[in-house]
């Protein structure tokens, strides 16, 4: 699909720029323009944080008190639902592929945002003058804690941002409704709006309107004075920590096998490839710590299997994913050994 091409602006252009965006959010709320992003420097003054919205029911009809121009989501190589929300912002889909991050690069973006638990590819972005920076959240809503670096990451790295998670619609739109406010100036009403009608938000994942719309949005003060270091990935520390990737990635495999592993259309964006992906990525870092390297013989080699059967896992379903219905039966095994894994290593160091 073609793309509009982008000008490099002057930060004094763009600061003109975001002013304009902040005069008419105090007119009331409005709509993002059709223009792509141009490289700007981050900003030395922010627009202030809007105070949070007292609901008259549900955050998710609240989204609708605004009503924004009908607009449809872009589609590019790798790219999918791809909305540019403002010549700052653009919220889309997980990149897929080398193709898609020549594209986001086409698009003048400079700092990739992922909210989405698979740690990304930070090198190959690297390597076409792109940022990532990696800040997981859950469906349930935004910590407190998240909306300090995602604010951060806003206010003080080099835009364009290109947000993602992983199809886009749910946890990515959330993070870039936060670089709407904390960075345009958009009001609650319009960064919520855009979620639901842009970007396809669903109603089920009321705790990530409500966090938008009634949240304390950190100031730029407090966000200058918070210690974070914009990683590029990031996975719980220690065997305690990266259990809380595991268990939710083993919960909703466990669920999906139920399913032959079909894609549960009450969570869309619960992929199971995904999902095992996680996994994967999971074991691999505990391979890496001393705890289980320098552990016993069949702790570690718990470890070893668990990651084993992961990629195994992993493989069967990407192969589904293509097609290939006789991967399900592999898949269903591959997972089985994985959890006996877990409930051994669990019976002996655990329980």
């Known amino acids: 699909m073609h793309h509009p091409s982008f000008a490099r602006l002057a930060p004094a252009v763009a600061l003109l720029g975001l002013c304009g965006a902040a005069c008419r959010s105090s007119e009331g709320p409005s709509a993002p323009g059709p223009s792509a992003p141009a490289a700007v420097e981050p900003l030395e003054t922010y627009p202030e944080t809007p105070a949070a919205l007292v609901l008259d029911g549900t955050a998710f009809d609240t989204a609708l008190k605004v009503t924004l121009p009908p607009e449809s989501p872009e589609e590019y190589e790798g790219l999918h639902n791809v909305f540019h929300l403002s010549p700052n912002i653009v919220s889309g889909s997980e990149p897929h592929g080398a193709e898609a991050l020549v594209e986001l690069q086409k698009m003048g973006v400079r700092t990739i945002l992922s909210v989405d638990g ?30 300090g670096e995602i604010s951060k990451t806003f206010r ?34 319009t960064a919520i709006a855009e979620m639901r009608q842009y970007c396809g938000t669903a109603s089920k994942y009321e705790g990530l309107y409500h966090d938008i719309a009634t949240a304390h949005i950190p100031t730029a003060a407090e966000t200058r004075a918070l210690d974070f270091d914009f990683a590029a990935k990031r996975l719980p520390q220690g065997i305690v920590g990266l259990m809380v990737p595991i268990s939710r990635a083993n919960d909703n495999l466990d669920a999906l096998d139920k399913r032959s592993f079909a894609v549960d259309p009450e969570h869309p964006d619960v992929d199971p490839a995904q999902e095992a992906r996680i996994l994967l990525q999971s074991f691999e870092a505990a391979l890496e710590l001393d705890e289980v390297k320098n552990g016993a013989a069949d702790y570690r080699g718990w470890f070893q299997a668990s990651h084993a059967d992961s990629a195994q896992l992993l493989g069967a379903l990407e192969r589904l994913k293509q097609g290939d219905q006789a991967a399900t039966a592999e898949a269903s095994k591959a997972w089985a050994a994985v959890k006996a894994s877990c409930t051994a290593c669990h019976k002996a160091y655990r329980d």
């Open 118 to 147: 698979k740690v990304p590819d930070g090198e190959a972005a690297a390597k076409l003058g792109m940022r990532y920076v990696h800040i997981p959240i859950q469906y349930k809503g935004v910590t407190q804690a998240e909306l």
């Open 156 to 189: 003080e790295l080099e835009g364009p941002f290109y947000v993602h998670c992983f199809h886009g619609k749910h946890r990515g739109p959330a993070a870039a409704a936060v670089g709407r406010i904390v960075l345009d100036g958009a009001s609650r009403e």
